[in-house]
């Protein structure tokens, strides 16, 4: 499962952080990083981007870049 696929009020660990070069700096700079815990607070009113909460901050990120980070087994919960 990816980040772009857990529903709103969902909690997951990331597994893995995909993308490849500028990409994927960006997301790791950002803080998603393996083993971070994340929640997907909410959803713009189309859908795109949707608001994140890790790290004791809130992030918004697009579904187009959310589909990079793969979240653990049993995500969702």
Known sequence: MTLAQLPVGCSARIARVGGEGALRRRLL???LTPRT???VRK?????????????GYELTLR???????????????
Request: proline share 6%.
């Open 29 to 31: 700079d950002m803080g």
């Open 37 to 39: 815990q994340i929640t």
């Open 43 to 55: 959803t713009a009113p189309m859908g795109d981007p949707i608001v994140l909460h890790l790290r």
């Open 63 to 77: 579904l187009e870049d959310a589909a990079n980070i793969e979240l653990e087994e049993g995500a969702g919960v």
